[in-house]
C-alpha cells in the first residue's frame, strides 16, 4: 500500500490561480501516487467571522472546484470535516496534551490576533484541530507550503508527546513542501493572491472576458531593477510558466532579455493562455454545481470511508488512553 497523504481545503471561496498553481495542481499529481484523503476543513472556517447561510455553498464550491480541477473521487477520498466527528474528538484530547504557550508561539495566530479586536480560541486552538486531521489517518506525508511548516511541527510534536506519555502509536508526519508556484497579487506584488481583496486574484469561476480584463490591470514595472526582473513582470513571467506552452514562455523570456518585450502583448498571450486552461475547469464546476446533491454525494461517500479510518483510530486511541468503558 503507498504511503498516506492528508491535506485540508477551506471552503472560503473563490479558489483562484494562486491556489491551482501552489496546491491544487500538485494534489492532482500526487494522487497518482499515494493514498490521498483531501478534506473541506469546514470546521478550520469558522475561527473568525463567517456567515453560516453561505456555508454550505461555500463547501459544495470548493468540492466542485477541485474536481474540475482535476481531483479525482475513484482516485482520493474527499470528503467534509464535519460529516467525520472523529476530528473534534481527537483535537480535544490532544488540547489536553497542548501547552498554551506553544500555542502563542503560532506565527499565523500572532498575526491574525493582531488584526481582531476579540480573539476567540478556536483561531489559538486552530493548529491542534489541524494535528488532528492528521494523526487521525496516520498520514505519513503532509503536503504544505513553507507558511505551513509550523503547524505540521506541532503536529510532529503532539505525536510525540502522546507516543511518549501512552504508547508508540502516532508516526510523525512529514512534511512534503509543495513545488507549486508562489502566485503574487496582480494589483500588489509584494503580498500573496488574496480571494479577500478585490483586483489581486484570478479565480477558476472567472469568465474570459474578465480574466482578459484582470491581466490587463496587472501591476508591471518599468524593467529590470537591481539586475534583476521586476516584481510585477515576474509575476505574470510565474502565470506564463504555469499555463503557457513552454515555447510560449521562451519566447518572452527572450524578448525580455533583449530588452524588446511588449506589456501588452505579454499579457493578451497571458490571457489566452489562462482561459484556455482554465475554460474546461469553470464548465466542468458549473455542471457539477447544477447537481449540488451529486457533489454532497461524493462527500457522503468520502466521509464514509474516511470514517471507516478515523474509527478504528479512535477505538485504539480511546483504549490507549484509559477510556475502556
Sequence with gaps: MSERIFSGIQPTGNIHVGNYLGAVKNWVQL??????????????????????EGL??????????????????????????????????????LTCLTSVGAL????????????????????????ILMAADILLYKAGLVPVGEDQLQHLELSRDLARRFNSTFREYFPEPKPLLTSGARVMGLNDPSSKMSK???????????????IKQKIRRAVTDPGPQGGKMGPGVANLFTLLEGFADPDVVNYFKRQYAQQSLMYSE??????????????????KRRELLAKPEKVKDILYAGAEQARQIAQRTMSEVRQLMGFRI
Excluded at 72 to 79: A, C, L, M, Q, V
Aim: glycine residues 4%; hydrophobic residues 40%; aromatic residues 8%.
Design 31 to 52: 494522487q497518482e501516487k499515494y493514498d490521498c484523503l483531501f478534506c473541506i476543513v469546514d470546521y478550520h472556517s469558522v475561527t473568525v467571522a463567517y456567515d453560516p
Design 196 to 210: 479577500s481583496l478585490e483586483g489581486s486574484y484570478i479565480g477558476l469561476a472567472d469568465e474570459e472576458d474578465l
Design 266 to 283: 505579454l499579457k493578451e498571450s497571458l490571457a489566452a493562455a489562462m482561459n484556455t486552461k482554465i475554460a474546461p475547469i469553470r464548465e
Design 104 to 127: 502563542e508561539r503560532m506565527t499565523q495566530f500572532k498575526e491574525k490576533a493582531a488584526r481582531q479586536e476579540s480573539i476567540f480560541a478556536g483561531l489559538m486552538n486552530y493548529p
Design 56 to 93: 454550505e455553498e461555500r463547501v459544495l464550491d470548493a468540492t466542485a472546484t477541485n474536481i474540475a480541477a482535476g481531483l479525482d473521487p475513484e482516485k482520493s477520498i474527499i470528503f467534509a470535516q464535519s460529516l467525520v466527528p472523529e476530528h473534534t474528538e481527537l483535537a480535544w484530547l
